[in-house]
């Protein structure tokens, strides 16, 4: 069988894989052997790590003409893979700037090295092609997530946050994996694209097809926390030290809708007007039910929960929309990509404003653009960009994703979610309203920005400024990655 | 030679108990129960799976061994977040952690 050869440079697929490994154990040995003053550098040690490596990716780790399966059919080295990896190292690194400095967790090693095992975790997530893979990438991504969102052993909401987090993430993952048990069985392979031939030629009825593709989706949706998998969210978001919320919100679910696109496009192919119908059904309700329910959030994390969850529904539209190809993918690609940036930015400031006044209430934000322009400035265009304002990244992406679902006959679904967009402007400008209209007494007090802090924010910023005023590239690219998938 | 399905169904009845306990246990230590029955049907499936229809192959074999792996691990975290909770609140029934609530 030509899938179980070996060539060297098939060790370039997992090029990514191998330095995050290499990141931990030097994050670890630091740690141990370090003085005190160089462990408050860990965090510039794995934002650097992160970003040698995401440097390499692009020398070296370009799928060539050799795109397809290596390493015995585990993983498939093809440009929507090194997209996503490129994506989640990004926000790897973000995170870990945003960590640099911070009490008590920001001087810990084993805080970094679980970060950066995470990394690995989705990196081999988005690259996976065969369901033992698959599985051992979600759990090596999910376990240190559940320790990271538990991490403040002495606080009360963290250690309730990474309780809650285990429990949903263990049962959305045994149910998902309950349905990869079954197409192992009906199918005889694990290989993701020799199953689906094995599937065809079973000639298997499409309600087991479907309840299969159903178990699926619930571990995918728990990922990507679509309603009715969405329950997790917003106690997670709060109590996570608030690095890891942004992590969580951004390179997990963009890992998550990774998986769920390749999955179903090669395995389900047949019964595609089936499961396009459940993530429809998905998608209105995530957009709806995030949206609403951020209306009455006090908490600014909270806040941020629900309209991640929100867009995690505008995501399910360029899902759905997956005919004609490519642009339904593409669109989505260019979302996540447009929302991995802006919504690190928008926690970026939460993360510095809450690191001055220990506050995440909203309603603290008060006097925001008095004590802070820039922090204020900042979370202005974050916030506009996730509603969707032009000349921000998020704009573009609403506007490719509504497009395609005009294009394949969705106009309804693209209606429903203009009205979503209406409404999430709506809880943004409530905020930017605090910060920017009303007044506190300590305005005089400064918030102080420290330089890894600074390097995050004007990054993320910078990116969601370029994305949202020059997208002809962006999108070419998110065109030509995502026509592999096909 | 027992029939495959007798092994699907037995699989199938551990998933749904391991679903009832995880949805009507209250205990946090009992809800890891419901998951770890759950974990036991897929893997009671995926050697069954294997035995009848692919035994000439590894793979089915190969995936049971590391769901039992991963749910090992798995275990060991959730009773470790589990006692880290326990040490604040001094319970770990589900219904009281409850700080977290819009």
């Known amino acids: ?486 | 030679m027992i029939p495959l399905s007798w092994y699907l169904i037995v699989a199938a009845a551990m998933f749904c108990i391991g679903i009832y306990g995880v949805l009507a246990r209250k205990n946090a230590v009992g809800i890891l129960m419901g998951i770890e029955l759950m974990l036991a049907a897929v893997i009671l499936n995926l050697v069954a799976f294997w035995r009848y229809l692919t035994p000439a192959r590894i793979s089915g074999q190969a995936f049971a061994v590391i769901v039992f792996a991963v749910a090992a691990s798995e275990a060991a975290v959730g009773l470790a977040l589990i006692i880290s909770i326990y040490r604040r609140r001094s319970t770990v029934v589900a219904d009281e952690i409850d700080i977290l609530k819009w």
């Open chain 1, 1 to 486: 069988m030509p899938i179980l050869e070996f060539t060297p440079s098939m060790l370039l697929a997992i090029l990514s894989e191998m330095g995050l490994l290499v990141l931990a154990g030097i994050i670890l040995l630091v740690d141990a052997i370090g003085r005190q003053g160089s462990r408050r550098n860990l965090g510039w040690l794995t934002a650097s790590g992160l970003a040698a490596i995401l440097i390499a990716m692009f020398i070296w780790g370009k799928p060539e003409a050799s795109e397809g399966l290596v390493l015995g059919g585990m993983l498939r080295h093809d440009w929507p893979a090194f997209t996503f990896k490129i994506l989640l190292l990004f926000a790897a690194a973000v995170t870990a700037l945003l960590s640099t400095g911070m009490k008590p967790f920001g001087d810990r090693g084993e805080f970094f090295a679980l970060l950066v095992v995470t990394v690995m975790g989705m990196n081999l997530m988005v690259s996976a092609a065969d369901l033992i893979m698959l599985y051992l990438a979600i759990e090596t991504t999910s376990i240190p997530l559940y320790v990271l969102a538990g991490f403040l052993k002495g606080d009360d909401k963290s250690t309730e946050s990474g309780l809650k987090y285990f429990l949903f993430g263990a049962i959305a993952s045994a149910v998902m994996l309950y349905g990869f048990s079954l197409i192992y069985g009906f199918s005889g392979e694990t290989n993701l694209y020799a199953l689906a031939a094995g599937v065809q030629a079973q000639q298997l009825s499409p309600w087991l097809m479907g309840g299969m593709a159903l178990l699926v989706i619930v571990g995918f949706g728990f990922k990507i926390s679509a309603a009715p998998f969405h329950f997790w969210a917003p106690d997670v978001y709060e109590g996570a030290p608030t690095p890891i919320t942004a992590y969580i919100s951004t390179a997990s679910k963009a890992a998550g809708f990774a998986v769920l696109v390749r999955v179903m496009l090669a395995v389900f192919p047949a019964i595609q007007a089936y499961w396009a119908a459940i993530l429809t059904a998905m998608a209105v309700v995530t957009m709806t039910l995030g949206n609403l329910l951020a209306l009455a959030q006090k908490n600014i994390k909270r806040l941020l929960a629900y309209s991640s969850i929100a867009h995690a529904g505008y995501i399910l539209i360029g899902v759905v929309a997956v005919n004609p190809p490519p642009l339904g993918t593409a669109s989505m690609l260019l979302y996540l990509i447009a929302y991995v940036v802006t919504n690190l930015a928008a926690f970026a400031v939460v993360v510095l404003f809450a690191r001055s006044t220990g506050s995440d209430e909203i309603e603290d934000y008060a006097g925001l653009s008095r004590r802070s322009p820039g922090l204020a400035l900042s979370l202005l265009v974050a916030l506009l960009s996730l509603a969707g304002m032009p000349p921000f990244a998020g704009f573009i992406a609403k506007v490719y994703i509504f497009a395609a679902a005009v294009q394949s006959g969705l106009i309804w679904l693209a209606f429903v979610g203009v009205i979503n967009a209406i409404i999430g402007l709506y809880y943004y400008l409530t905020i930017l309203k605090v910060v920017y209209l009303y007044r506190s007494d300590d305005e005089d007090r400064r918030i102080a920005i420290p330089g890894a802090h600074a390097v995050a924010l004007v990054g993320c910023i910078a990116a969601v400024l370029i994305i949202g005023i020059i997208s002809g590239p962006w999108l070419d690219w998110t065109l030509q990655a995502v026509s592999s998938w096909f």
